[in-house]
């Protein structure tokens, strides 16, 4: 019998833990008696068509663990989406290496490719398993409790929040942050993890689910300063108006969009210096900063969450043990139990496959600017072990000179 030959790849956004799942399938399929090569492709089905692959069977499993440790995709990604001639372009590739198995490490749009792909094997009746591997810090994939990725993302935000809080309150003034997460809110909501006092920020988070409304925006930053002297302003880089036009239209600027139709909303400081200019020139406030947390969210070295690394090894390893079963095509998912515990049941590619979960309703605040107490319930255990504490002085005022 002939040895059945494997290829694994990884698709869109980095993350913190996607090589978590990329040494869960290396080394889950050295288990299993009658697998030959184990093959790499770089920068995702790209590289598939370059045949431009690497040899991970060659690796040591203490390399791999390495590896798995370390943020970012390291056989590289892309957003390429195959057509009709691309996806022949594969199948020659995948003929000439005798390739049974595919597994494809990414988020909405890489389990559409795993579905393109697995439809073309089908038509083709080339006889091939093809996996879908979910990983996103969007967190946006239907049929999941969460996507690996987030929760380390997650991490970094509720981190990088509390840090600008800080800074906010010692020099006052109104901060701007943008989150990436396109048309889901659920990276930017976790900017509330930050919160360790009531009057910490973000003290107002604005999310795709809900509609801009610009006054609406500098009327609640205007009461913010008056009743604390600072706003802390957390912002979803998808938020938009009531027509449904990305914020970052009033720009005037054309959109590009990538491969998969996707709207770029990332990239530049754009929708932080515009919001900004609002409430510099509506409010007259002078002190006024944004940034934007950009790619610093996806793979932050030292930011990971230790519940998101398992998470991430076991869908990758998940993935092998339901190809080895018989299963032709799936995506695995990831559930998670009242008592927390972790399911990875393989669901069907439509089911994710170019779709977009966004926050459930009970998250989101009757005010549409901050989050509920059941989206923290949901986050905090996700975020993995505590995060840092902050203190605060506690001595007494002393009274002026001449007061006493």
């Known amino acids: ?98 390739i049974g198995q595919f597994y494809y490490i ?28 979910p990983k ?7 049929g999941s409790d969460h996507t690996p990725g987030y929760p380390s993302a997650a991490r970094f935000v509720a981190q990088a929040f509390a840090g600008a809080d800080l800074d906010n309150a010692a020099l006052p003034g109104v901060y701007v942050g943008v989150v990436m997460g396109r048309h889901a809110g659920f990276l930017t909501a976790a900017a509330a993890a930050a919160r360790q006092h009531p009057d910490d920020g973000p003290h107002l988070i604005y999310l795709p689910e809900r509609e801009f409304d610009t006054e609406r925006f500098l009327a609640e930053v205007q009461a913010t300063v008056q009743r604390l002297g600072r706003c802390v302003v957390a912002v979803s880089e998808g938020i938009h108006d009531a027509s449904g036009q990305p914020m970052l239209a009033q720009l ?8 998969h139709g996707n709207v770029q909303l990332s990239g530049t400081g754009a929708l932080a210096d515009l919001l900004c200019d609002h409430i510099k020139t509506r409010l007259g406030l002078s002190r006024v900063r944004g940034d934007t947390l950009g790619y610093l969210q996806r793979s932050f070295v030292g930011c990971v969450s230790d519940l998101d690394q398992r998470v991430a090894r076991a869908v990758g390893e998940q993935a092998v043990r339901y190809a080895m079963q018989g299963h032709q095509a799936g995506s695995v998912a990831v559930r998670r139990g009242a008592d927390q515990s972790l399911d990875y049941p393989l669901i069907p590619l439509s089911t994710v496959a170019a779709r977009t979960r966004t926050m459930d309703e009970a998250f989101i605040a009757a005010s549409g600017s901050d989050v509920t107490p059941a989206f923290l319930a949901y986050l905090r255990p996700l975020l993995g072990s505590q995060l840092p504490l902050a203190q605060r002085l506690r001595a007494a005022s002393v009274p002026k000179a001449g007061t006493a």
């Open 1 to 98: 019998m002939a040895p059945l030959n494997i290829l694994v790849a990884q698709g869109g956004g980095p993350t913190a833990v996607i090589n978590q799942s990329l040494a869960g399938v290396v080394l889950q399929a050295r288990r299993h008696a009658g697998v030959g090569a184990i093959y790499g492709a770089r920068h995702g089905v790209k590289g598939i068509v370059r045949d431009d692959l690497v040899d991970l069977g060659a690796e040591s499993a203490e390399l791999l663990e390495q590896v798995a440790a370390t943020p970012a995709a390291a056989l590289g990604s892309t957003r390429d989406k195959p057509d009709a001639a691309y996806c022949a372009a594969i199948f020659e590739v995948l003929r000439a290496r005798a």
């Open 106 to 133: 990414g988020g909405n749009d890489s389990s559409d490719t795993v579905r393109i792909v697995s439809e073309a094997a089908q038509a083709q009746n080339y006889p091939l398993t093809c996996i879908h591997i």
């Open 136 to 142: 996103t810090i969007d967190n946006d994939l239907m």
């Open 252 to 259: 005037g600027k054309a959109l590009a969009r990538d491969d």
